[in-house]
């Protein structure tokens, strides 16, 4: 597995990450979300990364999107530039 197709939401907090995941849980589309809430320029595309490869991301981002669960939301996760909610696609 080197290459990934992943999507994020980048926000300031903790807390504004656990209320996100929470809207999306309640089925609020995640592209949307992106587009309003997150700060990384990739908000604009809903999120979406495109084709990442391993290292290429920030540590604690690199390991979810290589080693979690695929098509789950997950975070918060902190790095440093904030608070991710991330969304694996698939690996290849």
Do not use: W
Not at 10 to 22: D, H, I, M, N, P
Not at 50 to 59: S, T, Y
């Amino acid at each position: 597995m080197n290459k990934a197709m992943a999507r994020h939401i980048l926000v300031k907090t903790a807390a504004e990450a656990s209320a996100l995941k929470k809207r999306l849980a309640k089925g609020e589309a995640f592209d949307m979300l992106a587009r309003k809430y997150s700060s990384c320029p990739s908000g604009k595309k809903g999120g979406d990364l495109g084709e990442v490869r391993r290292r290429q991301m920030v540590p604690s981002i690199d390991k979810v999107i290589f080693t979690q669960p695929l098509r789950e939301t997950h975070g918060p996760i902190k790095s440093k530039f904030g608070f991710h909610l991330v969304q694996v696609y698939y690996r290849d």
